[in-house]
């Protein structure tokens, strides 16, 4: 389910073969079932636009992402792929060329090129930014100038993996909280008797717990490491919980923070930061800044919903390749590693302790 299962999987002939088949299957279904939809079965179909992270460019066009599973982590070949359906096992009326839009470096793929047509940030007077989070947080600072961009491993806790009862946003899941008359209060989705807890309710039940003096701004349970917070019977959250949340945020937090300071600017020169992607969409603004994940004012912050289709859609109704918008967006960007930023270590370290109230 996560981006780095696909690529240690991958790295083998036999798993490469397997992901590769199965995404070109079930997009190429995805078309079909669209076409049935519309009544357009049968019909010529002239162009196709995909979008997605560098993993999946490299599965769907075939690529080999080995390069991707180890140091310095930079693919060998990210630029624009255009292949015939065809070629993908497709049988559709007239055999359009299917253009895989290029990525941006490293684990930034074309889903956040697309992200950046979409919010017109490449078009921007001001200062402005891009962040979708995920397991690899992808994160974008720029204007008309100029655009950076990174990524930084922030580890599955905003989708519910590696926490003790986490799962994704289904009927059962803990998806908001709250404190109500000086307690916590928790929202479940379905309303039935919850099974776990989902990465926007694991945010909010963090930030609530702070405020409510159960989790020091150190990280640590008020009760000790080896006490549990009870949430909703019976979902708790454990010490080591706690720690993943501080893992995850402080990644994207420290990327902010240096992809702001080699731009030369701070965290005020931002004028607005666009959330992509479902997370992003569902996520409390109050909560994140409360966890220090998104450290600006709460009307900064703007919940951007699907800019990967967005953009793609833009790219789509281009007439000609030459024309894609998509080209000039990648010449004026620039990835930035931040693992080999001289204080990312210490301004990772920093950014995983919680606000004081």
Not at 146 to 171: H, K, N, Q, W, Y
Request: aromatic letters at 6%.
């Amino acid at each position: 389910a996560d981006v780095m299962s696909r690529v240690s999987h991958g790295v083998t002939a036999e798993g490469a073969q397997r992901l590769s088949t199965l995404v070109r299957v079930q997009i190429g279904k995805l078309i079909e079932d669209l076409m049935e939809a519309a009544h357009a079965t049968g019909k010529r179909i002239e162009a196709v636009v995909v979008v997605g992270n560098t993993v999946m460019h490299h599965l769907f066009c075939g690529i080999d992402i080995t390069p991707l599973s180890m140091y310095p982590f930079e693919p060998v070949r990210d630029g624009l792929e255009i292949l015939h359906a065809s070629e993908l096992g497709w049988e559709i009326a007239g055999d359009p060329l299917v253009r895989f839009l290029p990525c941006l470096g490293g684990f930034v793929g074309s889903d956040i090129l697309a992200g950046i047509l979409a919010t017109r940030l490449d078009q921007g007077d001001t200062l402005l930014g891009l962040v979708d989070l995920g397991t690899n947080g992808e994160i974008v600072i720029g204007n008309r100038e100029r655009i950076l961009c990174a990524s930084t491993a922030a580890g599955p806790a905003f989708e519910g993996a590696r926490i003790s009862m986490g799962m994704r946003a289904a009927t059962g899941a803990i998806s908001a909280a709250n404190i109500e008359d000086g307690q916590l209060r928790c929202h479940v989705l379905g309303e039935v008797t919850p099974r776990g807890i989902c990465g926007s309710g694991l945010v909010d039940a963090v930030a609530a717990s702070l405020d409510l003096g159960l989790i020091e701004p150190s990280g640590r349970l008020r009760d000790g490491a080896n006490a549990t917070l009870t949430l909703l019977p019976p979902v708790t959250l454990t010490q080591t919980d706690i720690r993943e949340l501080q893992l995850a945020k402080g990644a994207i937090a420290a990327g902010i923070q240096l992809l702001l300071a080699r731009w030369g600017a701070e965290a005020k020169d931002l004028t607005r930061l666009y959330l992509a992607g479902a997370f992003g969409n569902y996520i409390n603004r109050s909560s994140a800044r409360r966890i220090g994940l998104l450290n600006f004012p709460l009307e900064m912050v703007t919940p951007a919903g699907n800019t990967a289709l967005l953009g793609a859609k833009l790219a789509l109704f281009n007439s000609t390749e030459e024309e894609f918008a998509y080209a000039s967006v990648r010449r004026m960007t620039q990835h930035i590693t931040l693992n080999t930023e001289p204080n990312f270590q210490d301004v990772y370290v920093e950014e995983m302790g919680f606000p004081p109230a």
